[in-house]
């Protein structure tokens, strides 16, 4: 099938680097040091089951997007076998978790920039200065069209692995064996350790947003899917390795949130924080690339399916429509102004939710996209079993991420409700 847009088609490795670009962001320099402290040396066992859980989403979502290629992505996975008002509820909570997590990541790159660039300096205002400059130039980048998103992500993705790869290669020779004996852990610790896992995975979905600007989506998106997916989960594996083996338990809690920039100092000396902060810079602007692509497809699709009013859609400047711009300004005010602390609990959860409904979808249209019922059914089973024990954990923990769990589901399905009600009266 050949792509809607006019543009010049996206390649297999400009769809896998989008797919790694999104993964391969907060992933790295924020989550794997708070997995690690719920872990310590047994972090590399939670990447691998969030990775194999993510596996099984990716399939799901490779055989839909090979079948029904188009800018929506999940959006439109969830209109082919869900009742309309949970489909609207699920696309704006999917709309939602991606602005959030472009804002986190986005504060994530303005952290790295001042240490890189400022060293000493405790002026409060720096860090909101580059989080607001990352935000506008990479969504004014996307406005310039798909074509220039995917040259850029190749770039980005392909300088910030060399780095990363190389710290890795060299890294296992200073690696302590004695810290990686795997101490005992319960199954609470390793559900809400898999939990924030497999939000670093989660960005292999937004490579659905790119599958109507493939040449031939039935070859290219099922490959796509399980090279990024599976070259991710090797590149998380060993850079915990890495990172457990060279880093004592005390350095991290006191480095958790830059952890993978503390373990290049007994790796390459004192110029190898300055190496990984700025492989940091690249990663985090990569990951908001990928995501602000997948998020101004899906406003560009809710649009034109009526989820939201027709107006909002209008083109402002080249694919800068109404709503992305007010989308850029809300992550703007979210990245500025809020306390993201439990963001990162709540984002896995929606993550989580949503990628079980496209199994739920991919399953029950398993003759269509010739699908595995086997592998779709088993990847229910997986993901329900991680979000029951994902909020089993965090009630045991403290009721503020459940309480904005609660509040985000609630507000999503009054909202899906009253778009259908007033799309009838139209």
């Known amino acids: 099938m050949k792509p809607v847009s006019s543009e010049k088609p996206l390649t297999l490795l400009q769809v896998i680097a989008l797919g790694i670009g999104a993964m391969v962001g907060a992933g790295i320099f924020a989550l794997l040091g708070q997995t690690a402290l719920i872990m310590q040396s047994a972090t590399w066992i939670a990447f691998a089951c969030g990775g194999l859980v993510a596996l099984f989403a990716g399939y799901a979502y490779a055989r839909l997007s090979a079948c029904y290629p188009s800018p929506g992505g999940i959006i439109d996975f969830f209109r082919l076998s869900l009742p309309a008002v949970l489909t609207i509820a699920l696309s704006f909570l999917y709309l939602v978790t991606l602005i959030l997590t472009v804002a986190m990541v986005a504060r994530a790159f303005g952290a790295y920039a001042v240490q890189l660039f400022h060293q000493g300096n405790e002026s409060a205002l720096l860090p909101e200065v580059y989080t607001a400059f990352i935000i506008i130039a990479v969504g004014l980048m996307n406005i310039t069209g798909s074509h220039a998103v995917g040259k850029v992500e190749v770039l980005l993705v392909g300088t910030k692995l060399v780095i990363i790869i190389a710290l890795v290669a060299t890294g296992v020779f200073t690696v302590d064996t004695t810290l990686l004996n795997i101490s005992t852990f319960s199954g609470d610790t390793l559900f809400s350790a898999v939990g924030l896992t497999f939000f670093a995975y989660a960005g292999f979905g937004m ?29 998380y594996i060993s850079l915990a390795l890495v990172l457990l083996g060279n880093l004592s338990p005390s350095q991290l809690v006191r480095y958790a949130d830059t952890a993978v920039a503390q373990v290049a100092y007994p790796v390459w000396g004192k110029t190898g924080f300055v190496i990984v902060a700025a492989a940091a810079l690249l990663a985090t602007t990569s990951a908001i690339n990928a995501t602000l692509f997948s998020a101004f497809n899906i406003t560009d699709r809710m649009c034109s399916t009526g989820i939201l009013p027709d107006s909002w859609g209008k083109t402002v400047f080249r694919q800068g429509t109404t709503v992305n711009i007010l989308l850029i300004l809300l992550t703007l005010l979210l990245a500025l102004f809020l306390n993201l602390s439990d963001l990162a609990n709540v984002a896995s959860f929606t993550f989580l939710l949503c990628y079980l409904m496209v199994l739920v979808v991919a399953w029950r249209q398993s003759a269509v996209i010739r699908a595995s019922k086997l592998i779709t059914g088993t990847g229910i089973v997986l993901v329900t079993a991680v979000l029951a024990g994902f909020v089993v954990t965090l009630l045991s923990g403290g009721f503020i991420s459940v309480s904005v769990i609660a509040g985000a589901l609630i507000l999503c399905l009054f909202a899906g409700y009253l778009r259908k009600r007033s799309r009838k009266d139209e």
Request: no cysteine.
């Open 207 to 235: 490579m659905a947003n790119a599958s109507d600007k493939v040449a031939d989506p039935g070859r290219v998106m099922p490959r796509a899917f399980m090279i990024a997916i599976l070259f991710t989960i090797v590149l």
